[in-house]
């Protein structure tokens, strides 16, 4: 929250920013379902970040009904800036771990997030 907030975004609203970093020009159905959010949350979302300049909406090619995501310039340049801040803090902290212990520590985070999501999954 603390990270989020430095850069005056929300938690979500970063999230969504990342995730766009990573795959611009999706949809608002797309962006939900990979953040497992709701469709009309992710439009929430997207309303803040739209008045913030840091992304646009495009109507699709093929259907006019669909608006595709796109970071802006400023959006592009902002969620880099997060992504690197959010590795550096991630590194510092790793560093606070002694390094033969991260990989088992590393390894065991894996696994716990592989059960977390086949759980989920199986829901």
């Not at 979302?45 to 913030?52: C, E, P, R, T």
């Amino acid at each position: 929250m603390r990270h989020a907030s430095k850069f005056g975004v929300s938690i979500v609203e970063f999230r969504c920013l990342r995730a766009l970093y990573d795959k611009n020009g999706i949809t608002v159905n797309e962006l939900a379902q990979k953040m497992s959010l709701t469709s009309s949350r992710v439009t929430r979302i997207i309303d803040n970040l739209v008045s913030k300049k840091l992304v646009t909406r495009e109507i699709g090619t093929r259907d006019r009904r669909i608006y595709n995501l796109h970071l802006t310039a400023k959006g592009e340049s902002l969620a880099g800036e997060l992504i690197d801040h959010y590795r550096e803090i991630h590194g510092q902290i790793l560093k606070s771990i002694p390094s033969d212990e991260r990989e088992k520590m590393i390894t065991s985070l894996y696994r716990l997030n592989n059960a977390v999501e086949k759980w989920l999954i199986d829901k």
